[in-house]
């Protein structure tokens, strides 16, 4: 998990495969235009919004834990952290978690398949 270290607060992120389809529901795509969406997040206020707070609701889920806090509140959290325009920092620590986590993800799914393809050889 990844956590966002606010003045007065700790926020745990999780990205895994929940988050990635929450995402690609979010915004009606499939799995295959993923990378290309994340690669315009930088620049798209919405969506890194969106990425927070899917991060949040996914660690809450996996913990089992209410979610509290709103996208309003995200807003609150990047403002805190020095905005979307920084060029290090959390926000982009949070986007290196982010795509190491789906290269993982997208790794063993492919390693997954190939070892059923040969076991049915």
């Known amino acids: 998990m990844f956590e966002l270290k606010l003045n007065n607060n700790t926020i745990l992120l999780k990205w895994g495969t929940w988050a990635m389809c929450e995402f690609c529901k ?3 795509i ?3 235009n993923y990378f290309e969406s ?3 997040a930088q620049k798209d206020l919405d969506k890194i919004i969106k990425l927070f707070y899917i991060g949040y609701k996914s660690a809450c889920v996996s913990k089992k834990e209410d979610i ?3 996208e309003i509140d995200v807003c609150d959290w990047i403002d ?3 905005s979307i325009y920084v060029s290090e920092g959390q926000l982009v620590e949070y986007f ?3 795509l ?3 290269s993982i993800n997208v790794n ?3 390693k997954e398949t190939e070892k059923k393809k040969a076991s049915k050889n």
């Open 100 to 102: 190491s986590t789906a």
């Open 80 to 82: 805190e952290i020095g």
């Open 26 to 28: 979010t915004y009606n």
């Open 30 to 32: 499939s799995l295959e």
């Open 108 to 110: 063993s799914t492919s």
């Open 38 to 40: 994340l690669a315009s």
């Open 96 to 98: 290196k978690y982010i």
């Open 68 to 70: 509290i806090y709103n």
